[in-house]
């Protein structure tokens, strides 16, 4: 059986960041506890000239300077986000010609919360498994808004992962993958709205771990195997708190978790967290590694992955784009003022 | 102000994707691309042929502005540089991912995908390249 499944990727991620405690200088909170608290010390801002199709054209581009692929052959691109710059208007067209990849493409926006990234990746694998196209690209990026005081200032990120999928040359085949969705309210925009809505405490048990726990589960089931078999485990990372907690309830060690939690050093990425992750992971992943990811969108679901590192990965040209370190590292601080201005707080209904 | 979405469309590829063009009979690089090579003329005709430019390239000069045309306000002060590309042609551009007192004549730089303006809150939104220096 040929394998399908990544045969590149990248990251994008804004160099501007602010800390926890310039945030809670303003709302008078407690910026230490907080950060303890969430796991999150810092989080990433999009410049006053970058958008969801900015962050989706940079990653696209790092995964193709990494192989060799004609970007024509390209048959498909699926981005999922929250913060599509345009609410009619894909931005997958304008990634398609920003990489040149038009015009015999499909082509469409996703929207899952959290979770349209990952959704993505499995209709471009679906996409190569029934032989309608050579590779596909599915990208989770996002802008995430949050408003001014809100327990959400301090998590809602920018950034951004892109994954190329083939039956050629794969670096990490996909073995399995599984979803599980159901209808829960626990966190919402509605349209036209500007800041998203939370259900508080209801956004932990009935949601994020009720999904990411099922997926998991049922994934392991169906690969017949058990937390003991991975080298590294990824899950959807709002905070650095809910990940290491669904770690324990599946029994995965904080070893198989830490290198793919980059939440600490750049907040959530909404649709491109747990991507983002995983191409943290396979930045350090050697031949024969194997890997779970879960993401998770609000609404809810999960999208859960089985994944195995191929020998393909000690030929592939990891250096010729940034790896995410390397973006969590290449950092300029900024003040609320400027970040305020900089994501369009200042803005008057 | 570019709130003419036609011609803003026309020219996406070199927006986008740097597309230049190269004279055949000389090999001069042309950016933003052009009907004819003025050192070549009839020469040349039928024999510009499309490039894409690498979006690399070196700061010959720069300015930096503090009074900025109303679509860049939010932006001031902002280092606008002349861009001496490794194919030969000169461009205009704005530098970003760079503190105003790192800037350098004679510093690397390589092409990023930036959110150049748009018309408003409800209008078109205009995307291009930028410059950012390379480490
Ligand atoms: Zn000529």
Aim: proline residues 5%.
């Amino acid at each position: 059986m040929t394998d399908i499944g990544i045969v590149s990727y990248g990251g994008s991620i804004p160099r501007l960041r602010i800390k926890a405690e310039e945030l809670a200088d303003v709302w008078g909170k407690d910026g230490t506890r907080i950060a303890k608290g969430l796991g999150i010390a810092e989080k990433s801002v999009p410049s006053i000239d970058q958008d969801t199709a900015t962050i989706s054209v940079e990653a696209a581009r790092n995964a193709l300077k990494r192989c060799h692929i004609n970007p024509q052959d390209i048959g498909s691109i699926y981005i999922g986000s929250e913060s599509h710059p345009y609410a009619v208007k894909p931005t997958g067209t304008i990634v398609g010609e920003a990489i040149g990849a038009t015009p015999d493409l499909m082509v469409a926006d996703y929207e899952f919360a959290c979770k349209a990234g990952t959704a993505g990746v499995q209709n471009c694998f679906s996409n190569v498994k029934a032989g309608l196209i050579k590779y596909g690209l599915a990208i989770g990026a996002d802008t995430a808004q949050a408003a001014p005081g809100d327990a959400l200032e301090f998590s809602a990120a920018a950034g951004g992962a892109a994954f190329i999928i083939g039956n050629e040359k794969v670096i990490a085949a996909i073995n399995h993958t599984y979803s599980y969705a159901t209808d829960t309210p626990d966190f919402w925009r509605r349209a036209e709205q500007k800041y998203p809505r939370h259900g508080g405490r209801f956004t932990g048990e009935p949601a994020y771990f009720k999904h990411v726990t099922n997926a998991s589960k049922n994934l392991m089931e169906k690969a017949k195997t058990t937390p003991k078999d991975y080298d590294y485990a990824v899950f959807h990372q709002p905070n650095a708190k809910f990940p290491l907690k669904e770690a324990k309830i599946l029994g995965f060690t904080k070893e198989q978790i830490k290198p793919g939690l980059k939440v600490s050093y750049i907040g959530n990425t909404y649709s491109g967290a747990s991507l983002v992750g995983l191409a943290g992971v396979l930045d350090i992943a050697k031949p024969g590694d194997r890997i779970l990811m879960t993401s998770y969108g609000s609404g809810a679901g999960s999208d859960s992955f089985d994944i195995t590192v191929t020998d393909e990965i000690s030929k592939y040209e990891r250096d010729k784009a940034p790896l995410i370190d390397d973006m969590i590292n290449d950092k300029e601080y900024i003040s609320y003022g400027v970040y305020a201005k900089y994501t369009d707080l200042l803005y008057w209904e | 102000m570019p709130k003419d979405v036609p011609r803003f469309w026309r020219e996406i590829q070199q927006r986008y994707n740097m597309k230049g063009n190269k004279c055949g009979s000389c090999d001069r690089v042309y950016f933003p691309p052009r009907e004819s090579c003025p050192y070549c003329r009839r020469e040349s005709m039928g024999k510009m042929e499309k490039i894409k430019l690498s979006g690399k390239g070196e700061i010959i000069t720069y300015t930096i502005i503090h009074v900025g045309p109303e679509e860049f306000e939010e932006q001031v002060p902002y280092p606008v540089a002349i861009i001496q590309l490794e194919e030969g042609p000169k461009i205009t551009a704005q530098i970003v991912d760079c503190k105003i007192d790192e800037l350098k004549i004679g510093m690397k730089v390589e092409s990023e995908f930036r959110k150049i303006q748009q018309d408003g809150s409800t209008g078109a939104i205009y995307y291009g390249y930028k410059f950012k220096p390379v480490e």
